[in-house]
């Protein structure tokens, strides 16, 4: 079918009225001829048009003429256009905007619309509209300001589009013309010396209309291939041409005025090539501008379209209006084939919307399908954060494990070393023990322990006051069973009966989480369970995993403490100090026990000497060396007694200083005692001499006498380095007393320092066991959350499932 062409006259507007000289175009019927002053006919113009309104004809009459067949088949799902075409001033914006007292175009075509609509019961129409203008060859939304420079794109079910431009869907011609009033504000107007209020821009008012029997109200009947009509409407205010002479535009309004004739230019060069013919045609150059690409399917295409072709009467627009007239002659000529647009696809929006509304019914009704996926898609990325986190939190415990382990093997060399500290010094438990490890010849039973590089050895550090508990190593080993206090040992390997195998396999622990370390952590396991709130605890894993997080920043500061702890240099330093400390007690009783032994065998010499001078073994001289000899044997034992030395010569076993101190004394006594004897007989001999030599009245030089005399003399010095040396002895014995003094400080000192030394071993333990908790704790927790994982994994999966199932079952 052909464009339906009109040609409306506007009547002379006041401006022109001066200058009007009367009718030169005269209308007859549809025809439109120039004619001269003198009202003859000017050959060669004239034209014939489906209608020729002149300048009384009125916007109602226009419409109902022109245009109400085009928007009646748009509702039917034509598409249709109508445009107003013709020369700046000549009345386009009139027709189709209408005045107060004659609506336009535009106004009654919305109003008819509604109207027809309202008529067809058996339909159900929803409609949208937009209005958008080309302003310097750029689209501008109307309705939407903000939407600027729109894009014209194509697609097989949308056809030819402008992106991004605001459609509304509206029920009613009031609400559409009150966004046609709102899109007016926006729109582009320009005072001229043509027209006060020159339009500057095309507009184009745009409907889509669809509609489906109201019969077909279900989603099945969709389906069962019941079309929609979509049709679009178009109803197109151009920018009108002009003359910059005319119009004596100038900058901006020249520039508008250059895009305006340009396009109208594409416009006429499309019009032109359409009106060749089908055959002739050839190239149509639609994309030379955004009005002819956009007027596309009204031109040549399948659409219902109607041109009104405005031309002023004015002597003056004479040649432009030719200019008009030709291009309505050539537009005359165009045919289109217009179709009605029926969709079975979900293109239309009718249709999407039936569905949508479907959608929320089923929603409502409580499948929340959307609020489900959008919920799962939520999960899933928690989930993979979470996975992350997961990973991340692995490799923290396996780097604690690690440190947690190295942390264990230090503790226990510092346990063995603190162990066999305490053995060095519990000097008075070993007192106490004295003699019955003496009983039991102070060796280690093999029962206790038959391992020859063993503590137990008796030669660590070879101190006679010091004995290393002969049950070191069983204490040690003992100490180690009790690691369960601070090292969880593996229920199965209490009752293992090689435990030195075991603890050097196990280096003396295995941490739990070597056996957590062969779960497997991320397989997911098909546990039935339905406990939907488990999806939805992420927030509770988060919680946990940071909660763990802290934990274990917590359980590795600690580690770190004490790892400066126990790797402190300065328990060694200590150790190494009462090292050098007990050689050097060691060396002291060593040097007593030799003197003691010198000087005994000086005693026995001097006794040999002695005795050799005194043949008769009754006299008094024997007498009183037989006493001394006696009295220094006993001397000596008691100082060897106090100063027990073992067999090998390596041990030294104090006694009570108090008893030898009281031998001592039992001892001078006796001492003494002899030699007040010695005196006093040595006093008798000179009495009885005396008597002697005054009865025989000898002079005393009796080769007898002086024999004797010279034998006490000898005697004499004798007793003398006796006496020396027993000062010696108990002046050896005060040396030693002082010894002892200093031996039992230095005693107190290291005991001391060994009360340290335990307390610190007893917090180290106590902090080893609180991280030993908190380390079960994790682990637990760890488990808890694996557990959780897994629930939470096989809720999310049947939440898939679930949700895979509604989907297919909504296709
Ligand atoms: N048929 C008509 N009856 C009465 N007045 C009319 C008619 N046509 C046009 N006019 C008046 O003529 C003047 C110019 O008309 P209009 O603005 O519609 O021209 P236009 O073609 O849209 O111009 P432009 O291209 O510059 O926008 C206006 O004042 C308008 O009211």
Not at 267 to 295: A, M, W
Request: proline content about 2%; glycine content about 4%; charged content about 30%.
């Amino acid at each position: 079918m052909q464009i339906c062409v009109a040609v409306r006259v506007r009547p002379p507007v006041a401006v022109s009225q001066e200058i009007f000289n009367g009718n030169y175009w005269r209308l007859e019927d549809n025809h439109i001829s120039l004619c001269k002053s003198d009202g003859t006919h000017i050959s060669g113009v004239s034209y014939a048009f489906d209608h020729v309104f002149d300048e009384s004809c009125t916007n109602a009459r226009v419409y109902e003429l022109l245009t109400k067949d085009i928007i009646h088949s748009a509702v039917e799902g034509f598409n249709g256009t109508t445009f107003a075409y013709g020369q700046t001033s000549s009345g386009k914006t009139f027709t189709m905007n209408g005045s107060e007292t004659d609506p336009g175009i535009i106004h009654r075509a919305v109003r008819d619309i509604f109207n027809k609509i309202n008529m067809m019961y058996d339909r159900e129409f929803l409609i949208r509209v937009s209005y958008m203008e080309i302003y310097n060859e750029e689209i501008n939304d109307l309705l939407a300001v903000e939407h600027q420079k729109l894009q014209i794109h194509e697609s097989l079910e949308r056809g030819i589009f402008v992106a991004g431009v605001r459609e509304e869907i509206v029920n009613n011609a009031e609400q559409v013309l009150e966004l046609i009033a709102a899109g007016e504000v926006h729109r582009h107007f320009g005072e001229t010396n043509m027209n006060v209020r020159s339009s500057r821009s095309h507009t184009i008012f745009r409907m889509v209309i669809e509609s489906k029997g109201k019969d077909t109200n279900s989603l099945a009947d969709y389906s069962s291939g019941d079309a929609v009509r979509v049709s679009v409407l178009n109803l197109v205010d151009l920018a009108g041409s002009e003359r910059i002479a005319k119009t004596g535009a100038g900058g901006v309004r020249l520039k508008e005025g250059k895009h305006i004739n340009k396009s109208l230019v594409a416009l006429g060069n499309v019009i032109n090539k359409l009106s060749d013919g089908p055959k002739q045609r050839g190239h149509i150059p639609y994309r030379d501008s955004k009005l002819t690409r956009i007027l596309q399917p009204a031109l040549g295409g399948n659409a219902k379209t109607s041109i009104i072709c405005t031309i002023a009467p004015e002597e003056v627009h004479i040649e432009e209006t030719k200019g008009t007239l030709q291009f309505a002659s050539q537009a005359n000529r165009i045919t289109n084939c217009a179709q009605v647009n029926e969709i079975l696809t979900d293109a239309a929006l009718l249709k999407r919307q039936k569905l949508e509304i479907e959608e929320l019914r089923r929603k409502l009704q409580g499948s929340r399908a959307e609020v489900l996926e959008q919920e799962i898609l939520k999960l899933r990325n928690e989930m993979l954060k979470y996975e992350q986190e997961r990973e991340k939190l692995e490799m923290q415990l396996e780097e604690e494990r690690k440190s947690h382990k190295e942390c264990d093997q230090c503790i226990l060399e510092q346990q063995m070393r603190i162990g066999n500290l305490s053995n060095l010094v519990t000097f008075p438990e070993f007192d106490k023990n004295a003699g019955q490890e003496q009983n039991s010849g102070r060796q280690c039973s093999k029962g206790e322990f038959n391992d020859s590089n063993s503590l137990c050895q008796e030669d660590v550090f070879r101190t006679p006051f010091f004995k290393a508990a002969p049950n070191a190593l069983v204490a040690k080993r003992s100490n180690n069973s009790r690691l369960t206090d601070y090292s969880p040992l593996p229920d199965t390997l209490s009752n293992v009966a090689d435990e030195d195998t075991w603890l050097k396999v196990n280096k003396g622990y295995i941490a739990d989480l070597d056996s957590i370390q062969m779960t497997p952590a991320r397989k997911v396991q098909s546990f039935p369970s339905s406990d939907i709130n488990d999806v939805f605890s992420i927030d509770n894993h988060r919680n946990e995993v940071e909660n763990l997080k802290r934990q274990l920043e917590l359980i590795t500061e600690e580690k770190n403490e004490l790892k400066q702890l126990l790797l402190n240099d300065h328990l060694m330093e200590e150790i190494s100090e009462l090292k050098k400390e007990a050689l050097i007690i060691q060396e002291i009783p060593q040097r007593l026990c030799k003197s003691v032994a010198n000087c005994k065998k000086i005693y026995k010499d001097l006794l040999l000497t002695l005795e050799s001078f005194v043949p008769d073994g009754k006299s008094s001289t024997a007498k009183l060396l037989s006493s001394t000899s006696e009295i220094g044997i006993r001397l000596f034992s008691n100082l060897e007694s106090h100063l027990f030395i073992k067999k090998d010569g390596h041990e030294f076993f104090p006694r009570n200083d108090s008893l030898v101190q009281e031998h001592c004394k039992v001892l001078s006594e006796s001492l003494r005692g002899t030699i007040t004897s010695l005196v006093a007989s040595e006093k008798l001999a000179i009495q009885t001499k005396e008597v002697k030599s005054a009865i025989c009245g000898c002079d005393g030089k009796d080769s007898t006498l002086e024999g004797e005399s010279s034998l006490k003399e000898k005697l004499n010095y004798e007793l003398y380095s006796i006496k020396e040396k027993f000062n010696d002895l108990e002046k050896k014995l005060d040396l030693n007393n002082q010894l002892l003094e200093v031996y039992r400080e230095k005693y107190t000192s290291l005991e001391r320092d060994l009360q340290l030394l335990k307390g610190e071993r007893d917090s180290l333990l106590e902090t080893i066991s609180e991280s030993s908790q908190k380390h079960a704790l994790v682990t637990q927790s760890r488990k808890a959350l694996e557990e959780q994982i897994k629930h939470f994994n096989v809720a999310f999966a049947s939440r898939q499932r679930s949700f895979t199932s509604f989907k297919s079952e909504l296709k």
